[in-house]
């Protein structure tokens, strides 16, 4: 071999010996263990995603650049690894930019690439193509943002872009490369030598042992304690010993729409059936991973009962959630799988059980709201209401615990949420802190290539409307997704009427659209449902058979309510009372 480079002329040993901002990028992302890629392609970022491709990595082309920025978001969250989206300047880099946010705010990690114009020329705003100065829009969107302007810098940039996204509370890195860094060369041993393996990039952050021991000593002195389970304790992945923390202290657990499946939804501890009264009325309140946001009423009013009545504990890895909404007598700072250890370590061995009234009186609640829900899951009316086709899902999600559940809408998500059990974890993937519409196909796909387990994607027609051009990226990937429409007409209901004028009313779509259609114009397989035993076996079909489908459930266009669970969110006007 080393005969044969010998021979070669030395004008190709010289280019040998070079690299450039193309290879570089890929060389950094590959040393850190980054091997997929969601974007889509054009100036000046085409070339790249083909080298990144021909260097083994999965790049995976979207239809639209905020799906493929969702999918970098999940991917994110399912691996602990920042998901990549690789769009084109401006408006691709906008594009991705409402996914960037998004993962911000739901604590994902997840770096956003944009090729962007030539800095010259933007920074005069002479007018380039594609011109926009991309840093200072992502900066206020993101939790870090850095350009690269030199190609020896690149290992350094992506370097601090993966530490930014993925230490402390995860979140959204944009990362600006312009074009020209694309084809600067270097000499490769240096280009080599200038890439970062980041060590340690989500180091531990241990709690403080006092904060551990009044944490325990305010949990011990609880009537009537309760444990919420946010998608932070999800992300952590920390789940044998959150179950193990959960169960040695015998106290109710709610888990947040993310949360659910850290224990089994049917686990005898859990509270979800029995919300309303375990916030109402418990006295000590343990947050794992969750801030006591919107979600959560912040944390007051009506729905914890009353007034200053509670006492709050909470595991958050960022000092600053701490007192956000209301006081935190025992605030316990570091990584979830850290604190929980810790907790766990400091209970001594015979924890003393919540109180039994509290803890039949949880389970009274929890099995009387099950019965009354019961019959409703086994109607099979047509055309379905969202009982009768939940109800179907939801023994569908219990024969398949390890599928994937991904779900948007308003009823559509609401009445999922409260109605499928979940039995592991991050197996529920929805549209979190914001309730944005988009997530659906993004997610799937994103969840089907993370973790190659079949996905159930259930949607509202509107909610899918946002990302549904994206069942050509699960047809042309060939992916194991099964999406299912809640086809209602339209937006929470499909009744209502445009009281003036001719154009039809805000929320409602084409009557009896086949959505099913969409599909087979690329090869999936199209299924229209209309009974509850319908949709149970065309999912099954699905799920065995693993081919990319796509079912319209016809539902009754009557049997939605405004904005879902949220309608007392609205304003109200005075004068449409008149
Ligand atoms: C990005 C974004 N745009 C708009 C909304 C407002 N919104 C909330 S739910 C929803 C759609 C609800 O309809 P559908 O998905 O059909 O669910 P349904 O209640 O009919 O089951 C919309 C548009 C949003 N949450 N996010
Ligand atoms: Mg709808």
Known sequence: MAQAATKETPAIEAERELTDGFHLVIDALKLNGITTIYGVPGIPITDFGRMAQAAGMRVISFRHEQNAGNAAAIAGFLTKKPGICLTVSAPGFLNGLTALANATTNCFPMILISGSSEREIVDLQQGDYEEMDQLAVAKPLCKAAYRVLHAADIGVGVARAIRAAVSGRPGGVYLDLPAKLFSQVMDAEAGAKSLVKVIDPAPAQLPAPAAVKRALDVLKGAKRPLIILGKGAAYAQADDAIRALVEKSGIPFLPMSMGKGLLPDTHPQCAGAARSTVLKDSDVVMLIGARLNWLLSHGKGKTWGEPHSKKFIQIDIDPKEMDSNVEIVAPVVGDIGSCVSALLEGMDGKWPAPPADWINAVKSKREDNIAKMAPRLMNNSVPMDYHGALGALRTII????????????????????????????????DVGTWGVMGIGMGFAIAAAIETGKPVLAVEGDSAFGFSGMEVETICRSRLPICVVVFNNNGIYRGTDVNPAGSDVATTVFVKDARYDKLIEAFGGVGVNATTPDELKRAVNAAMDSGNPTLINAVIDPAAGSESGRIGNLNPQSVLRKK
């Open 398 to 429: 219990k024969e398949r615990p390890d599928a994937i559940l991904v779900n948007e809408g308003a009823n559509t998500l609401d009445l999922a949420r409260g109605i499928v059990d979940m039995y592991q974890p991050r197996k529920r993937l």
